[in-house]
């Protein structure tokens, strides 16, 4: 039916589609672009999580900020950039040099912008400045650095989780087993169902001090609540049938529920 002034209604709905679908696309275009090519603090920490290590770097060289929020995005993306590099090199010029295992450029200019935040009156505002600081001494095997840099995170930010982790870490490797225990147990009260926090439990009572049933606890605790993505969860299967194995009696209590999730993958059989 024509209407009186020309156009008929099915076709001014059509002209409203088109339009609107026009105007959608445009928003999600705009939307696009700034998230993916315009420098911001957001695209930053958008690019860092997604892995896009060098558009990340570009981004932050482009904002032109002596903020202590930018001198942070720029370490992070210096000391993940040194991280990737030398699993890029395989790891070959680690630990050559014995009074600094891991030398890089990146780690020195990272070094340079975490110290102008902890010299800052934005110190307390920045606990991760410290615990980047700790992360780069402790890769560089600078293990008594480390851990003043981790304690200070922890006397901002008690309950920080990734710093008792490394701070766990750091601990198991120079031998102070009940400190790691320590800081992974309160970690664990704060975060029962994390599966981090599981898994560093299982690897030191596993290997470091040889708790068998205390492992199988732990291994069964990380699985239940493991990462699809993650790459130890076939390696820590194996590890805890190997136990059960060993110790039938010390089979977990707690409901297993790890063995009613598919496999990550399938090795390829010669």
């Not at 696309?25 to 896009?52: C, D, T, W, Y």
């Amino acid at each position: 039916m024509q209407s009186s002034k020309g156009l008929s209604f099915p076709l001014v709905l059509a002209i409203g589609f088109i339009l609107s679908s026009v105007l959608v696309s445009a928003v999600i275009l705009v939307h696009f672009i700034n998230l993916n090519f315009k420098p911001s603090v957001k695209n930053i920490e958008h690019q860092i999580q997604q892995g896009r290590l060098d558009r990340a770097s570009a981004f932050v060289s482009q904002i032109e900020s002596d903020s202590s929020k930018i001198s942070m995005l720029k370490a992070e993306v210096l000391f993940l950039k040194a991280l990737k590099k030398r699993k890029d090199e395989k790891w070959k010029n680690y630990g050559t040099e014995e009074s600094d295992w891991f030398r890089s450029e990146e780690l020195d200019s990272a070094i340079v912008e975490l110290k102008s935040i902890i010299e800052s009156e934005n110190e307390k505002k920045y606990p991760q400045a410290h615990y980047y600081m700790g992360q780069i001494y402790f890769e560089k095997g600078w293990f008594y650095e480390a851990e003043d840099q981790f304690l200070k995170v922890l006397e901002i930010d008690p309950n920080n989780r990734d710093t008792k982790l490394s701070l766990s870490c750091l601990y198991t490797k120079t031998s102070r087993f009940s400190e790691a225990q320590r800081l992974l147990r309160s970690g664990f009260q704060q975060h029962p169902e994390d599966p981090e926090i599981a898994k560093n439990m299982a690897y030191l009572y596993r290997y470091y001090i040889d708790l068998p049933e205390s492992a199988t606890v732990w291994f069964n605790r990380y699985l239940n609540n493991a990462r699809q993505r993650d790459l130890d969860v076939n390696h820590a299967k194996n590890e805890l049938e190997d136990l059960l194995l060993r110790y039938p009696e010390y089979s977990p209590t707690e409901p297993q529920d790890w063995r009613n999730k598919a496999k990550n993958f399938n090795t390829r059989q010669n």
